[in-house]
């Protein structure tokens, strides 16, 4: 039988949502059924095991999984509480499920800067990642652990500030309170752990790495197509950001234009469409890149 890789991923949530939508973008089919723990995907010999995220670290690391997609906070916080060593590596970081992980305090108090903590009560779902700050920073502090609804326990007199993950910050606003430092950021890493593996397992890995890596190169390549006078060609194709040597063919019909064709692997902004079309491009597109490879 051939061998598969088994991958933990959250079993829902916005981490679980990125998760999938990355493997589907990375050509595997995914059909799970509702409430089922597990599925095989189509395209590659892959397992799917769903489970919360913070069971991923561990799951990984014991081997009952070969890879995991797992926030950088609850890989961190993991390592931190164990009582031994973690077993995981980063495969990579994959650019999704970005947040930080803030100190706030309610917008009406005294708490408004880090020496303002000295003595307080701070809620948190990490008091690994706490700790650690606090130390690091000559705070001393209470932790005080609750597994949700953190933002509310300034208002029900459990702590006097918070330590929480915020993405928009609108929960924060919602509840009266105002971030005022940056514990860490945080963003998805795909782990495994050191163990060795078999070449049939490790080249089965290189081919799903290589079709991740090409996902995430198209998030802010494109192609761009465009129309230029040839004697501005040199002007124009030193704006395009990012593009590496640039197909550049006749215009049917007129021999004082060019049509321009260029992979940009940097975000494009209007103000560099703008330029361009102050230099003489015309008929300007912008396209999306589904794939890429090489």
Request: charged letters at 20%.
């Amino acid at each position: 039988m051939s061998e598969f890789l088994r991958i933990a991923i959250q079993k829902k949530g916005r981490l679980a949502d990125g998760s999938l939508r990355l493997l589907e973008q990375a050509g595997l089919s995914v059909f799970r059924n509702p409430g089922a723990l597990t599925c095989r995907a189509k395209g590659l010999p892959i397992e799917l095991l769903f489970v919360r995220d913070d069971d991923i670290p561990s799951l990984v690391a014991k081997g009952v999984c070969d890879l995991g997609i797992a926030g950088e906070n609850v890989l961190r916080e993991e390592a931190l509480l164990a009582h031994e060593p973690v077993d995981l590596q980063s495969v990579r970081a994959l650019g999704f499920s970005r947040c930080m992980l803030k100190l706030a305090a309610p917008n009406t108090g005294t708490i408004n800067s880090l020496p303002d903590l000295q003595g307080v009560k701070i809620a948190t779902s990490y008091p690994g990642i706490l700790g650690a700050f606090l130390r690091d920073n000559g705070i001393e502090a209470e932790c005080v652990p609750l597994k949700g609804a953190v933002e509310i326990a300034p208002a029900l007199g459990l702590s006097d500030a918070i330590c929480d993950l915020v993405s928009s910050g609108a929960t924060l606003a919602a509840n009266g309170l105002g971030a005022f430092a940056t514990v860490m950021e945080s963003e998805a890493h795909l782990v495994r752990a050191s163990a060795l593996w078999s070449e049939e397992k490790e080249a089965l890995l290189a081919r799903l790495l290589r079709r991740i890596d090409g996902v995430i190169a198209s998030r802010a390549t494109k192609y761009i197509m465009l129309n230029a006078p040839k004697s501005a060609l040199a002007e124009i194709t030193a704006l395009l950001p990012g593009a590496d040597a640039p197909t550049i063919m006749p215009l049917a019909g007129r021999d004082d234009q060019m049509a321009v064709h260029a992979v940009c692997r940097e975000t494009i902004f209007w103000d560099t469409l703008e330029q361009l079309e102050a230099r003489g491009a015309h008929a300007i597109l912008v396209l999306p890149i589904e794939k890429m490879m090489g």
